[in-house]
């Protein structure tokens, strides 16, 4: 059974408190790229045009631990979004309390007001139930579309739900649970996941709980030396997880039990510094000559067997680089990777912070289905993992 939607509450005449994701960077009061405040805008839209007597946006930016700090203030961000919806937002700085409780009051018709950074109180990450009530009293309905917080048993996630009339998701929690969720439960087949990134310790989960449901698993970056290294490859200086060999040598057992293809690289561009400019050579990876260099892309062989690989899929999860894309030398198997997802006919779905900028610098974000923003969660969720803040709504 799927959560419920903000689609499936009344709306009308009625306050509506949403949780949104605004984290953005900001410096010096100017906020860098907003794209998580314009992923917002159909959920606050939907409420507006749904007749909401006011809408109630409450938010964490950055860690300011508990404490009050102007650095992270989000009344910047109710600027920026008074623009992108074009109707004024009011801005409450406190997010609890007489300030929020009169910010919230005074709004007429249809407003909208963004309260003060939730994570200025301790309670806000200690989940505290009497926080909870406040934040739940400014409103009668909970809206939760921030999926980029979902991993977090925080107030304004968790416990705020048992003190309002009605909870559910927003559209854009909405849509990272439809692909995610569809991906793991009910795949179009051949799936396909790739991992790459820098660690293996950071995705085991991932690898663990995709390798009972995918047809391929396709590893680069970093985390292939690990699994090298449990293969008696010759490494160099690549990063290895010494403490995860094991973990990656189980890995290769499970995938061989379960007769799953679990693709390697076959060849590599290796290096003896992580630097724009230095010597770069491309050799098979069984190649003895990395001596003491490092790893630091998939060559031009492994990029055409994952494209090959890529060819026929009809879902796709990717995660994690094929190797170090920001420095233009190391990026062409992150590229040539992205471009065949590009190309796959069916659903192709990318997380992780490193994997956007990637695809966005190979020039082909417009072609994913499902650009998914919520990092940390995007991967408790994929490793099987229930998130708190999507436990905690009602079923559809
Ligand atoms: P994401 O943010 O998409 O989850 P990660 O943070 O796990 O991805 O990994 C991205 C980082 O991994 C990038 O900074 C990239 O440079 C690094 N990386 C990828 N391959 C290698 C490699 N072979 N050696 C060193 N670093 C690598
Ligand atoms: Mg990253």
New binding site residues.
């Given amino acids: 059974m799927s959560t419920r939607s903000i689609r499936d509450l009344d709306l009308k005449g009625r306050r509506v408190f949403i949780r949104v994701d605004f984290n953005v960077p900001i410096k010096n009061g100017v906020i860098g790229d907003d794209t998580r405040i314009r992923e917002s805008l159909p959920t606050i839209r939907y409420a507006l045009d749904a007749g909401a007597k006011a809408v109630v946006l409450a938010s964490h930016l950055g860690r300011p631990k508990g404490k009050p700090n102007p650095e992270m203030s989000l009344k910047p961000v109710a600027a920026r979004l008074g623009e992108l919806l074009g109707t004024p937002v009011a801005f409450a700085g406190e997010c609890i309390g007489a300030e929020a409780e009169g910010a919230v009051q005074s709004a007429p018709p249809g407003g909208v007001v963004l309260l003060e950074n939730l994570r200025f109180h301790p309670e806000e990450e200690n989940n505290d139930p009497a926080f909870a009530k406040s934040l739940a009293s400014l409103a009668d309905l909970y809206v939760n579309d921030a999926f980029g917080a979902a991993h977090r048993a925080h107030a304004s996630v968790e416990a705020i739900v048992r003190g309002v009339g009605g909870a559910a998701a927003g559209l854009l929690m909405e849509k990272e649970l439809k692909y995610l969720g569809a991906a793991l439960d009910t795949p179009d087949r051949p799936f396909v996941a790739i991992l790459?990134?820098?660690?293996v310790s950071?995705k085991i989960d991932v690898i663990v709980n995709l390798i009972p449901r995918v047809d391929r698993l396709i590893i680069g970056?970093?985390m292939a030396y690990t699994f090298f290294k449990a293969l008696g490859k010759p490494v160099g200086r690549?990063?290895v997880e010494a403490d995860k060999v094991d973990e990656a040598r189980d890995i290769l057992a499970r995938a061989k039990e379960r007769g799953l293809q679990l693709l390697l690289p076959v060849d590599h561009v290796v290096a003896a510094k992580?630097e724009a400019g230095v010597p770069a050579e491309t050799l098979d990876v069984d190649s003895p000559a990395i001596g003491e260099r490092?790893?630091?892309d998939i060559g031009p062989k492994t990029v055409a067997a994952y494209a090959t690989a890529l060819r026929d899929a009809k879902t796709v999860v990717w995660?994690?680089?094929m190797?170090?894309?920001?420095i233009d030398a190391f990026a062409k198997g992150t590229i040539g990777v992205a471009t065949a997802v590009a190309a796959v006919k069916g659903t192709t779905i990318v997380g992780?912070?490193?994997?956007i900028a990637a695809v966005h610098k190979a020039g082909i974000a417009d072609r994913i289905t499902h650009i998914s923003t919520g990092?940390g969660a995007s991967l408790e969720f994929l490793g099987g993992q229930k998130l708190p803040g999507v436990e905690v709504l009602p079923r559809a």
């Fill in positions: 790459g990134g820098a660690k950071d970056g970093a690549s990063l992580i490092m790893g630091l995660n994690g680089p190797g170090v894309f920001e992780g912070g490193d994997s990092g």
